[in-house]
T-cell receptor, first 113, second 114 residues
Framework: AQSVTQPDIHITVSEGASLELRCNYSYGATPYLFWYVQSPGQGLQLLLKYFSGDTLVQGIKGFEAEFKRSQSSFNLRKPSVHWSDAAEYFCAVGTGNNNDMRFGAGTRLTVKP | NAGVTQTPKFQVLKTGQSMTLQCAQDMNHNSMYWYRQDPGMGLRLIYYSASEGTTDKGEVPNGYNVSRLNKREFSLRLESAAPSQTSVYFC?????????????FGPGTRLTVT
């Protein structure tokens, strides 16, 4: 079965600084990869997804992620973080059906003024 | 357009009590899902309904039952709550079960079992 690891439980960055959140997956074939964001007390919102094609994916709120097959990674990046980006971020890997997704444990992002 | 709604938002149960969590979507989606979220573990799928009239087990179905009442509504029932079921429960929906289609999540129900 597929699995996903988010190595960083908590990251703190200063407002305006760049951000990279790490995600590593395990799956034998080409995975479906997702990044979700969860603000406090809210449900998850999809930031971006990768199925095939261009390995650099653009998402909402200025986020992007790059699929690197050789490293089994799908890291999330943002060039300049805003205070409103403080939230929990989840990476997920799927095999092609929504009932077969596996979520990482999440990375909590704190943004310093 | 409310998206995915869940009731209640919070609930405290005693061990052995039963309750039903309600979920409704107004996006005319065919597929609906129930997840639980526990600290340090991400989301895990409890049950899903690929289409009206069908339900299937997910990764962690033990202790739960579901009902797809109609295309809009998908309920999750705990027949005899246990402390291990203390969690935040999320309902989600998508146009179909295929992974190309985004899942839309409700705001969650925080359940505590004492």
């Amino acid at each position: 079965a597929q699995s996903v690891t988010q190595p960083d439980i908590h990251i703190t960055v200063s407002e305006g600084a760049s951000l990279e959140l790490r995600c590593n997956y395990s799956y034998g074939a080409t995975p479906y990869l997702f990044w979700y964001v969860q603000s406090p007390g809210q449900g998850l919102q999809l930031l971006l997804k990768y199925f095939s094609g261009d390995t650099l994916v653009q998402g909402i709120k200025g986020f992007e992620a790059e699929f690197k097959r050789s490293q089994s990674s799908f890291n999330l990046r943002k060039p300049s973080v805003h205070w409103s980006d403080a939230a929990e971020y989840f990476c997920a890997v799927g095999t092609g059906n929504n009932n077969d997704m596996r979520f990482g444990a999440g990375t909590r992002l704190t943004v310093k003024p | 357009n409310a998206g995915v709604t869940q009731t209640p938002k919070f609930q405290v149960l005693k061990t052995g009590q039963s309750m039903t969590l309600q979920c409704a979507q107004d996006m005319n989606h065919n597929s609906m899902y129930w997840y639980r979220q526990d600290p340090g573990m991400g989301l895990r799928l409890i049950y899903y309904s690929a289409s009206e009239g069908t339900t299937d087990k997910g990764e962690v179905p033990n202790g739960y039952n579901v009902s797809r009442l109609n295309k809009r509504e998908f309920s999750l029932r705990l027949e005899s709550a246990a402390p291990s079921q203390t969690s935040v429960y999320f309902c989600a929906s998508s146009l179909t079960v295929l992974g190309h289609y985004e899942q839309y999540f409700g705001p969650g129900t925080r359940l505590t079992v004492t």
